[in-house]
C-alpha cells in the first residue's frame, strides 16, 4: 500500500521547470531515497509534498487523499514532517524548548509533551544537552535537534534534506541508527548527497536529474545503472 503518490506534479518559474511532470509512489513503511546532482529538484519537489512550495500542476495524494491544496500546517497535523536542509532551530532557546514548541503543537497535556521531549532528545543521542542553548550546539547537532523536534510531531512521512550534512563519520554511523529505528513506525523520504548512507538505509532510490526522474530501483539496480554510475561513479 502506498503512503504517497505524486502524479503529473511539476513547478515552473517563469520559463524555467524546476521540477517537471513527476510521478512518484512511496510504499507504507520504506525508506525512499531521492538523489541527483545540485539543481535536479529534489528539494522542489520535497518542497511541494510537505506543502511549502504550490505546485504548477499536478496532484499529491497522502494515504489516497487529496492533499494538493492543503496547507503546510495542516499537512504537519495528518502526519506529513519536514527537516529543513538548513537547521530551522530556535537558537536563543534551549534543546528542551525546542522540542517542546514542536511537541506542543500535536499534543495537549504538559506531562506528554515533556514525554515527547525527552524520549525525541535521547533518540538523536541529545539527551544530555536538554538545557543547553540551541545556537551554541555544533552544526551537526542543531541538524540532529531538527530531527528530535520532527520526532516530537509523531510522524507518518517524515522527510530529512540533507541531514548528514555536517556530522562527522561517528554520527553519521549513529543517524542509520536512527533512522532504521524511525522506520520502523514511520515511512522515511530521504535527500541525501551521501550515497554510502543511500544505499546503506534505502529500500528504494529516486533520480533525479534537471527537474525529472531519471530512474528507480533497489540500491542494487542504481548503483549498476549506466547513466548513474556515469554521473555518480565516474565510470
Not at 504537519?76 to 514548541?101: D, H, M
Not at 517524515?158 to 561517528?170: F, H, K, R, V, Y
Not at 542509520?176 to 532510490?205: F, G, P, W, Y
Request: charged share 20%; net charge positive.
Amino acid at each position: 500500500m502506498n503512503i504517497l503518490g505524486v502524479r503529473n506534479l511539476s513547478r515552473h518559474y517563469g520559463g524555467l521547470a524546476a521540477v517537471n511532470d513527476v510521478f512518484l509512489d512511496v510504499a507504507h513503511g520504506e525508506v525512499r531515497a531521492i538523489i541527483g546532482p545540485n539543481g535536479a529538484g529534489k528539494t522542489t519537489l520535497v518542497g511541494m509534498i510537505s506543502g511549502r512550495i504550490t505546485p504548477s500542476n499536478g496532484q499529491i495524494e497522502f494515504h489516497d487523499k487529496d492533499i494538493t491544496r492543503t496547507s503546510s500546517w495542516s499537512r504537519v497535523l495528518l502526519g506529513i514532517v519536514y527537516t529543513f536542509q538548513v537547521p530551522s532551530i530556535y537558537r536563543a532557546l534551549t534543546c528542551y524548548e525546542n522540542v517542546a514548541l514542536a511537541a506542543q503543537r500535536k499534543h495537549v497535556s504538559e506531562k506528554v509533551v515533556s514525554a515527547a521531549v525527552k524520549k525525541s532528545l535521547m533518540r538523536v543521542g541529545l539527551a544530555n544537552d536538554l538545557q543547553r542553548l540551541a545556537g551554541v550546539l555544533p552544526h551537526g547537532h542543531q541538524r540532529l535537534l531538527e530531527v528530535a523536534m520532527a520526532l516530537a510531531l509523531s510522524p507518518q512521512l517524515l522527510i530529512l534534506d540533507e541531514p548528514t550534512q555536517g556530522l562527522a563519520p561517528s554520527e553519521i554511523a549513529a543517524f542509520c541508527e536512527l533512522v532504521r529505528d524511525v522506520s520502523r513506525s514511520a515511512t522515511v523520504l530521504l535527500i541525501e548527497h551521501n550515497l554510502k548512507v543511500v544505499m546503506q538505509l534505502a529500500s528504494r532510490i529516486t533520480v533525479m536529474d534537471q527537474g525529472s526522474i531519471l530512474t528507480e530501483g533497489t540500491p542494487l539496480e542504481i548503483e549498476q545503472h549506466p547513466a548513474v554510475r556515469r554521473v555518480y561513479l565516474g565510470h
